[in-house]
């Protein structure tokens, strides 16, 4: 059988409020999920044991193979689905790590849809959907890879109709872990951020055919709760942002995720493209992509 291959898409918090902890520790949210058009590459050879190689940019910066999600995922799914036919990974990557993208949370995805493919599994199959919870507050969403608005731990996805955005996103190349980010909140357990009524009072996202700009003045309205707590451990994400808000063209500048990725969102390809290479330009150590999200 030939070699299957699936893109991780890079996953983009163009908002991200922090709901609360939860009794057991865990934090609801509620976010808008876009994806971009940088993405890393998973390739399955199907046959033999689980293996999986790296290659690429930034394959140096995955850390131990028995850690890497796409291992983690598959390996849950085998416990999942008796007889799961496996074989061998060789991931190509290209997305910063512990970058608020969703770096391994996409590869983990792309190594569920390309076993669910191995397997003849609908990506809906409960077992399928249970493990990618398992592996990953983020994998649910990066399963489908499409814009949602995404609740509770990651579990609740409502799909989105996002128009296609120029966008610039910058990673300084500064690794932030989304515990300490959490840790940095400083929420207790059982404790709000928001108060127990407004949970339900969050902005009505706009609908199928709506502009850039209806996005953007709705989206000016929330935040990422998470981007003062990550300054303040990375104080560097301060020089990101300022960077792309000063940059010509821009309509909305925030962090994604627990940082450090920055984005930006412009009204056309040609600004967010100036900007792009304006940005490479000043600052030559830093990972910039200049594209769309959706």
């Not at 046959?47 to 290659?55: C, W």
């Not at 910066?61 to 496996?86: R, S, T, Y």
């Not at 872990?177 to 929420?187: I, M, N, R, Y």
């Not at 303040?232 to 300022?242: A, F, M, S, T, Y």
Request: proline share 5%; charged share 20%; net charge negative.
């Amino acid at each position: 059988m030939p070699a299957l291959i699936e893109e991780g898409r890079a996953k983009v918090n163009l908002s991200l409020r922090v709901v609360g902890r939860r009794a057991d520790g865990y934090h609801d949210l509620e976010s808008v999920v876009a994806f971009a058009d940088c993405a890393d590459r998973l390739t399955l050879e199907p046959g033999g044991e689980l293996k999986l190689t790296t290659t690429g940019p930034l394959a140096a910066a995955c850390g131990d193979m028995a850690d890497n999600l796409v291992f983690k995922a598959a390996k849950l799914l085998a416990e999942a689905v008796p007889n799961l036919k496996l074989g061998a990974f060789a991931l190509d990557k290209v997305l910063p790590v512990a970058a608020g993208i969703g770096g391994g949370s996409a590869d983990a995805a792309a190594a569920l849809r390309l076993l669910a493919r191995l397997n003849d599994l609908s990506l809906d199959d409960a077992r399928l959907q249970k493990v990618a919870l398992a592996t990953g507050a983020d994998v649910p969403v990066c399963l489908f890879s499409r814009a949602c608005d995404m609740t509770g731990v990651g579990e609740q996805l409502l799909p989105l109709m996002l128009p296609s955005m120029p966008c610039v996103m910058v990673n300084p190349r500064v690794p932030v872990a989304t515990k300490d980010v959490f840790q940095e909140l400083g929420l207790r357990n059982g404790e709000l951020l928001v108060g127990a009524t407004s949970v339900f009072d969050g902005p009505a996202w706009p609908g199928e055919g709506a502009s850039i700009a209806d996005w953007i003045d709705t989206l000016e309205t929330v935040a990422n709760d998470l981007e003062a707590p990550a300054m303040r451990i990375k104080p560097v994400i301060g020089d990101v942002l300022e960077a792309l808000r000063g940059s010509a063209g821009v309509k909305l500048a925030r962090m994604s995720g627990s940082g450090a990725t920055c984005f930006a969102i412009y009204g056309a390809s040609a600004e967010a493209h100036a900007a792009a290479e304006n940005i490479r330009r000043d600052h030559s150590g830093w990972w910039v992509h200049s594209g769309t999200l959706s």
